[in-house]
């Protein structure tokens, strides 16, 4: 099944040592929130390095269905017209967010506080993922959703009329949910109110206060309290997307583990919200250095070197740090496998909600490639084999899920024999280049299936 057209099975062998410079795609999070809040301001924002994946694509579609003006110059630059705070007119066609639960659930706290009624859908993955846990606050600014059974998508939206603000504690750690409760208090008078427990990846906030608005942030030992004072008139601004850590790690943990590698991964965007994989991977004792440390827009910034690592070693990750590396544990648990003992992943359950149950789908794969995975609702464990004894030479599904599909071919880099993946169509939604990025290091890529 693909959502995404024909399937692409695709075929990863040894490889050779990687080397070379990896010049990552933009941040997929940064995209997406530059195009919604350049659409809600008034005036142009100007954004170089946008990430051209599918999954932003469908988001740049979306702001053209609300009246915004967005247009592509070309290479990694783009202009958003923006309509303003509340200027969001009635798209005429239903809104297909395609694989992106960012791109819905951000997409449908915008609109949620102007009175516009709107149909969204997505692919086979995103129609089968949970939407009530935006639709549930946004209810509460006086929106209503009616969707299929169990809040998914196909759904429609009707914007509230006279949105009040809200206070709401967010209960599950989810920065689509944040952003979506604060990208509707944009619109509703007075202030509205976000507490998370744990601290998720935070450019919303950022990015609100670059756009100009009132929000301020409290962190004590309960958690972070947001606070945005509504209705404010959002400046035009110059953004410059950093390059996506979550992609980032797949050059970094293919160097890491095949033999003689020695990758540069230039201009990384390190928010602590972000970078917990490369902390991780530090303590598993890979060889994995910040090159030129800066600071740039605010946010800490850093090239990788990333050398092979032939001494890692299992470790408990301290499930304080899920929410910092939530979408690197499909390819931590490759690293896992070649290493000695048992990698330990514990407060992990939103896992089993992404683009996959991406615990379930990296299991399958692992244990038909002769890795022992243990798991429950919330962990799991890989036992490594160590260095040079990963058996691989399987065919795995990759179950709609772009991350999936990259584990799996960073996995038959180093497995004795080749890994196959039954569609890597989905790996366009978030790195387009993946396979030339990867050839170009050295790795052998192709997409027949032996
Ligand atoms: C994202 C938040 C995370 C992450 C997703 C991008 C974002 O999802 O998995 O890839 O840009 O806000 P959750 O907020 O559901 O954890």
Redesign the pocket.
Known sequence: MSGHGTPIPMTSRKAGPLKGDAHVPGD???S??SLILGAMAVGETRITGLLEGEDVLDTAKAMRSFGATVTDHGSGEWSVHGVGVGGFMEPDHVIDCGNS??GV??IMGAAATTPITVTYTGDASLNGRPMG?VTDPLALFGSQAFGREGGRLPMTLVGAADPVPVVYEVP????????AVLLAGLNAPGQTVVIEKEA??D??ERMLQGFGAELSVEENEDGRRITLTGQPELQPQTIVVPRDP?SAAFPVCAAIITPGSDVLVPNIGLNPTRAGLFTTLQEMGADLVYENMREEGGEPVADLRAKFSPNLKGIAVPPARA?SM??EYPVLSVVAAFADGVTDMQGVK?LR???SDRIDAMAKGLRAAGVTVDEGDDWWTVTGLGQGNVPGGVRVASQLDHRIAMAFMVMGMATEKPMTVDDGSPIAT?FPIFEDLMGSLGANITRANS
């Open positions: 997929k999070s940064i997406h929130r639960g960012t659930r951000l846990r599950v750690p989810s920065a689509q949910v944040k952003s998720t990846r450019h919303t979550s929410a939530i979408d939103e909600v992404k683009e978030s």
